[in-house]
């Protein structure tokens, strides 16, 4: 399995807080993705990453920022949490080599906003 | 734009009985195209891809897939289920140059003893 982690793993919280997502990889892979995941709607790419300090938006990026300062980590970070975020996140980490496009999955962050 | 329908949101079958899950995409060049698999709980385990070449594909635990493009279909296949295979199954289209994949809506699959 493609070394890839996500903490917390699961996280209760509050409307109107801040919440921080943690995705640590250690392949050394170029590209890593935020997707969130809801019933009847698959996965949806929130942010990405295509290097340190280089990431664009998603389909579903409004209410989410995300940093990369080192080639492992990427945080996603819900600035004023909603309800409406309440959701199970994946991250995801590729090499890109020849636009392959094949991506290894962590094991999810299930995040519940009260 | 592109974008991946998974007609059937579940489907139940039984056990030794074969299954075709179905895939159709929308895509503007050629498509990489990837299945996933997912357990209760668990993250997303590829099983298999098509990038070009022979249009039917094998991958783990006994799925096959084929490419058929006038069809835009990207069809999963197994001759016979076993009830470790129940889980949902995602098909997903790629190949720009992000890397990014879209993901179909996802299919429960439900193994009847």
């Known amino acids: 399995d493609a070394g890839i982690t996500q903490s917390p793993r699961h996280k209760v919280t509050e409307t109107g807080t801040p919440v921080t997502l943690r995705c640590h990889q250690t392949e050394n892979h170029r590209y890593m993705y935020w997707y969130r995941q809801d019933p009847g709607h698959g996965l949806r790419l929130i942010h990405y990453?295509?290097?340190?300090?280089?990431?664009d938006k998603g389909e579903v990026s409004d209410g989410y920022s995300v940093s990369r300062s080192k080639t492992e980590d990427f945080l996603l970070t819900l600035e004023s949490a909603t309800s409406s975020q309440t959701s199970v996140y994946f991250c995801?980490?590729?090499?890109?080599?020849?636009?392959?496009?094949?991506?290894?999955f962590g094991p999810g962050t299930r995040l519940t906003v009260l | 734009a592109q974008s991946v329908t998974q007609p059937d949101i579940h489907i139940t079958v039984s056990e030794g009985a074969s299954l075709e899950l179905r895939c159709n995409y929308s895509?503007?060049?050629?498509?990489?195209l990837f299945w996933y698999v997912q357990s209760p709980g668990q993250g997303l385990q590829l099983l298999l891809k098509y990038f070009s070449g022979d249009t039917l594909v094998q991958g783990i635990k006994g799925f096959e897939a084929e490419f058929k493009r006038s069809q835009s279909s990207f069809n999963l296949r197994k001759p016979s289920v076993h009830w470790s295979d129940a889980a949902e199954y995602f098909c997903a289209v790629g190949g720009n140059a992000g890397n990014m994949l879209t993901f179909g809506g996802g299919t429960r699959l439900m193994v009847k003893p």
């Open positions: 990453s295509y290097g340190v300090k280089d990431t």
């Open positions: 895509y503007g060049a050629t498509p990489y």
């Open positions: 995801a980490i590729s090499d890109g080599l020849a636009g392959l496009g094949e991506q290894f």
